[in-house]
């Protein structure tokens, strides 16, 4: 019952993330709120992954393969997406490792 009600809880915390990360990080042109909302949010995001991980009922063994997988993603979402000062475009990597140079909509240098 718990985990049955657990899972709606984060589908509807998914939802939330997710609609709200549309609207501010890719409808929205304010690349200093994108800046400064950035990091939290894919930070909270990987909290709760790892919440619900835990939620399910995953012991340490699983944990222990799950936390550093989401830290991983989580540091490459961080350094792959970068914002435009100029035009506001949020600008993704095809390249995970390295974090885009110029903007694709302005060519503008990417800091």
Do not use: H
């Not at 718990?2 to 984060?10: A, P």
């Not at 609609?19 to 929205?28: A, I, R």
């Not at 799950?66 to 993603?73: E, H, M, S, T, W």
């Amino acid at each position: 019952m718990l985990v049955e009600n657990g899972l709606y809880i984060f589908l509807a915390i998914w939802a939330v993330l997710g609609f709200t990360s549309f609207f501010v990080f890719f409808l929205n042109e304010n690349a200093k709120l994108k800046k400064r909302f950035w990091l939290p949010f894919v930070i909270l995001v990987a909290v709760v992954f790892i919440g619900f991980g835990y939620l399910v009922g995953y012991d340490g063994k699983e944990l222990f393969f799950i936390v550093p997988g989401v830290g991983l993603v989580s540091f490459f979402c961080i350094r792959s997406i970068k914002f435009c000062d100029t035009c506001g475009k949020t600008n993704m990597s095809p390249n995970l490792v390295l974090p885009p140079k110029t903007c694709l909509s302005c060519q503008s240098p990417l800091s």
